[in-house]
């Protein structure tokens, strides 16, 4: 991961943009693979780990409405968080995450493994993507770090 951390750390330094993490299931393990880059206070601004529905609200401004009508798990709120940690850091760029990590707590429409992740640039347009990761709690946090450090990556 730390490969994936370092290539977006490229990315954004050539571009002299600031990047913001919105976290939930990985709570703030994006934040950590991009603060084991020596150098990265040059490109990184801050992470929100939003567990909470309430967290997402208050810190970064998704509605009540929207989680209450697609889940917190869903493209909706991925794209408000994203969109709600860019506005509120003044970063460049920013990425938000929401999943169902497991063991517990996946349904018949979001199984565990259901990771919603979404991109939002200054200026641009938010991209939102859903996955469906295999493996057990780590496995599935990680292949969210990975995919959300790709995402950059390709963004860029």
């Given at each position: 991961?730390?490969?994936?951390?370092?290539?977006?750390?490229?990315?954004?330094?050539?571009?002299?943009?600031?990047?913001?993490?919105?976290?939930?299931?990985?709570?703030?393990?994006?934040?950590?693979?991009?603060?084991?880059?020596?150098?990265?206070?040059?490109?990184?601004?801050?992470?929100?780990?939003?567990?909470?529905?309430?967290?997402?609200q208050q810190?970064?401004?998704?509605?009540?409405?929207?989680?209450?009508?697609?889940?917190?798990?869903?493209?909706?709120?991925?794209?408000?968080?994203?969109?709600?940690a860019l506005?509120?850091?003044?970063?460049?760029?920013?990425?938000?995450v929401?999943?169902?990590?497991?063991?517990?707590?996946g349904?018949?429409?979001?199984?565990?493994?259901?990771?919603?992740?979404?991109?939002?640039?200054?200026?641009?347009?938010?991209?939102?993507?859903?996955?469906?990761?295999?493996?057990?709690?780590?496995?599935?946090?990680?292949?969210?770090?990975?995919?959300?450090?790709?995402?950059?990556?390709?963004?860029?």
């Amino acid at each position: 991961m730390l490969n994936l951390a370092e290539k977006a750390g490229v990315a954004l330094k050539s571009r002299a943009a600031v990047l913001a993490t919105a976290e939930s299931c990985t709570g703030g393990g994006i934040a950590q693979a991009i603060t084991a880059v020596a150098g990265s206070s040059e490109w990184f601004g801050c992470g929100y780990v939003t567990y909470s529905n309430e967290a997402k609200q208050q810190m970064l401004g998704v509605s009540s409405n929207v989680i209450e009508a697609h889940g917190a798990v869903s493209e909706a709120v991925v794209r408000q968080m994203a969109e709600g940690a860019l506005h509120n850091s003044g970063a460049d760029i920013s990425v938000a995450v929401s999943g169902v990590a497991g063991p517990e707590g996946g349904t018949k429409d979001k199984p565990v493994g259901t990771v919603w992740l979404a991109w939002a640039i200054r200026g641009g347009a938010t991209v939102a993507t859903d996955n469906l990761f295999l493996g057990d709690r780590e496995q599935v946090r990680n292949q969210s770090i990975e995919k959300a450090l790709e995402g950059i990556v390709s963004l860029l």
